[in-house]
């Protein structure tokens, strides 16, 4: 059992910066590959970020690529999402997932673990 718990939303202006952390507990995290999703109101839950178990592998949706960084923890059991240059766009609630094997899956249906999720406001 993994439990997750985002921190670090909150509002930033257009062309701002936020760091998302995710805190993981349990004592097998670096078992898990990890993702990054996130939801607009009235839009569908999308990929945004995914890393493998040693962080070795990561893939970004391409409307972040260049702007946002993944990266992870294993000895603080964290992953982070790094957020530059901010768009409207990229408001939403964000959501750290946990995926079983050394796998880094863009489909959310292959994650197992979810946490509650964090708020971004971006405004312009």
């Known amino acids: 059992q993994v439990q997750l718990v985002e921190s670090g939303g909150g509002l930033v202006q257009a062309g701002g910066s936020l760091r998302l952390s995710c805190a993981a507990s349990?004592?097998?995290?670096?078992?898990?590959?990890m993702g990054w999703f996130r939801q607009a109101p009235g839009k569908d839950r999308e990929f945004v970020a995914v890393?493998?178990?040693?962080?070795?592998?990561?893939y970004y949706q391409d409307s972040v690529k260049g702007r946002f960084t993944i990266s992870r923890d294993n000895a603080k059991n964290t992953v982070y999402l790094q957020m530059n240059s901010l768009k409207p766009e990229d408001a939403a609630v964000y959501y750290c997932?946990?995926?079983?094997?050394?796998?880094?899956?863009?489909?959310?249906?292959?994650?197992?673990?979810w946490g509650e999720g964090t708020q971004v406001t971006v405004s312009s």
């Open positions: 997932a946990a995926s079983r094997g050394e796998a880094a899956p863009i489909e959310s249906s292959w994650y197992d673990y």
């Open positions: 349990g004592r097998t995290f670096s078992s898990y590959g």
């Open positions: 890393i493998s178990w040693t962080g070795g592998v990561t």
